[in-house]
């Protein structure tokens, strides 16, 4: 999940590249250095920042150029970072926004679907998510509560994290998506459930693996009731069909932004 966009250094979208090098924050000791296109990389490092190398996730902590100037025009930038999952602060929060989850935790005596089961923390529960066209006023005013955190003074800086974290509730909003219908949308390849790190197997959770995606979420009674989805990098025809046939927009919380 994705706290700001996660980069992927295979993508090869533009030649235009820069040379990033990767510093283990704990030991100083060098772990790579890639080539990644410079549209990839934010304009500032402004916010949480985790990037992917070689499908292994690393969070950024201090972010060192080469030359002076804006960082579109840098040949080298050097990154100091730790595994996402060994990083933890005491003091800020690694996301502006997070889900409060209104379902029941442990283990279910038949899960829903068991093909795969889909690690999540309860920091990335629902952060790009799937939502009801019909409820995109009470959606902004959620999002208008998320930027605020977001466009805050950086005076602690916030690759660290931020001061506070804005507990959305949206238990009101229920998509009622029959399931069947949701899998003829998408052509499924395997189906399972959701388990939450320190929460055990979410009640009532899914995940479904299509061709392109893989989406998540809760049913109730053969109607999904949240949806979501674990990572994205441009929409395709997959989602954009999904999205017009059920009446949704997308938001990604963690980075306050609607598509429509």
Not at 8 to 30: E, M, R, Y
Not at 63 to 79: A, C, I, R
Not at 129 to 140: G, K
Request: hydrophobic content about 40%; overall charge negative.
């Amino acid at each position: 999940m994705n706290i700001s966009r996660v980069f992927d250094s295979t993508l090869t979208l533009f030649n235009q590249k820069t040379n990033v090098i990767l510093i283990d924050a704990n030991t100083g000791i060098t772990i790579t250095s890639v080539l990644l296109n410079k549209t990839l990389l934010p304009s500032e490092f402004n916010k949480p920042t985790v990037i992917k190398i070689d499908d292994k996730k690393w969070q950024v902590l201090k972010v060192k150029e080469q030359d002076k100037g804006s960082y579109f025009s840098k040949k080298k930038l050097t990154f100091h970072v730790m595994p996402v999952d060994t990083f933890t602060s005491q003091q800020t929060f690694i996301v502006a926004t997070m889900a409060h989850i209104d379902t029941t935790t442990g283990y279910p005596t038949k899960p829903l679907f068991d093909e795969f089961t889909l690690d999540l923390t309860a920091t990335d529960w629902l952060q790009l998510e799937l939502l009801p066209a019909s409820c995109i006023d009470t959606i902004t005013s959620h999002i208008l509560e998320v930027e605020s955190i977001l466009n805050s003074p950086d005076d602690y800086n916030h690759l660290l994290g931020y001061d506070k974290c804005y507990i959305r509730n949206l238990s009101n909003i229920s998509l009622g998506i029959p399931i069947g219908d949701f899998c003829n949308s998408i052509v499924p390849k395997r189906k399972g459930n959701v388990q939450l790190k320190d929460l055990n197997f979410l009640k009532d959770s899914f995940c479904i693996e299509s061709e392109n995606y893989i989406y998540y979420g809760i049913i109730n009674e053969g109607f999904i009731t949240k949806l979501a989805i674990l990572e994205y990098g441009s929409f395709d025809e997959e989602m954009h069909t999904l999205l017009e046939k059920h009446d949704l927009f997308f938001v990604d919380w963690a980075n306050a932004y609607i598509l429509k």
